[in-house]
């Protein structure tokens, strides 16, 4: 059983006014001028790699005037490998697609699943991790079953989502991102919360909830195959998406992914994505 609070995800702040004009919160990083860049990728804005940033811990997240988290890691990684700064803004999954697709940004980040319908308007990156659905309570649920006639939360774009809400009896509310689920539920207004593990992790650290992977079950198509998450580019800069996959193919095998996904909170073994597939 794993123990964990909700102080983790203290200190993200979210413009509301931001998650729907995406203008820019900040600016991460200024290059050196004798910088040479790996492969010279073309972006957005000149010399700038623009993210929408989901905020949803521990995969995209603001922290102390940064970009952090396991997608932001990795993408800070490639922007110093590109020479490109970064220059960020807070999104929601619902606004954050839509930019990424008429290419106001470069790039989404935020533990995006691999989905055949967003794979028919931004790019999807390959496979990075595995994230599996997980429930955290008072009580340690762990089966479906054990969440009927509960009011359960959720937060928005997982797939998951429509499932919870056709399961009889039961009141699922759903949040526009793991910190709102938290709160409510450390408030009392819900029985149990539904999160990949990554941010159940961060959301339980130092609190009384037990994180537990919701176990198999066909009401919940979601429990049978762990998701595969990805990055979104911008749909018509293939070189963009060329250029990141190749350096998060050498960070899964030199053990540098591992080592980021250890930092968060996640098993090695979410490393281990297999082959490719949309679901």
Do not use: H
């Not at 963009?240 to 899964?252: C, G, I, K, T, V």
């Amino acid at each position: 059983m794993n123990k964990r609070s909700l102080t983790g995800i203290g200190g993200v702040a979210v413009v509301s006014a931001l998650l729907l004009s995406g203008c820019s919160a900040a600016s991460e990083s200024t290059v050196a001028d004798d910088c040479e860049p790996r492969t010279g990728v073309e972006t957005v804005k000149e010399g700038v790699l623009t993210v929408a940033l989901t905020n949803t811990p521990p995969y995209s997240l603001e922290a102390d005037g940064s970009i952090s988290g396991i997608d932001s890691d990795m993408m800070t990684e490639f922007a110093a490998e590109e020479c490109l700064s970064i220059e960020f803004a807070p999104y929601t999954y619902a606004t954050a697609i839509p930019a990424t697709e008429q290419a106001r940004v470069d790039v989404a980040l935020g533990g995006f699943y691999r989905t055949e319908a967003r794979a028919e308007v931004v790019t999807l990156s390959d496979p990075l991790y595995l994230d599996e659905l997980s429930v955290y309570s008072e009580e340690g649920f762990s089966t479906v079953d054990e969440l009927l006639g509960k009011t359960i939360g959720t937060v928005e774009g997982y797939l998951w989502v429509d499932d919870l809400k056709n399961l009889p009896g039961t009141e699922t509310r759903v949040y526009p991102d793991s910190l709102s689920l938290a709160q409510d539920l450390k408030a009392g207004r819900l029985d149990a919360a539904l999160d990949g593990y990554g941010a159940a992790t961060i959301a339980t650290q130092g609190e009384d909830y037990v994180i537990e992977v919701l176990k198999e079950d066909a009401r919940v198509d979601s429990t049978n195959v762990p998701s595969q998450t990805a990055v979104l580019f911008d749909p018509a800069n293939t070189a963009l998406s060329d250029a990141f996959n190749a350096l998060a193919a050498e960070m899964r095998e030199d053990g540098r992914l591992v080592k980021i996904l250890a930092a968060y909170g996640l098993p090695a073994s979410a490393a281990e994505v297999g082959d490719s597939r949309l679901i």
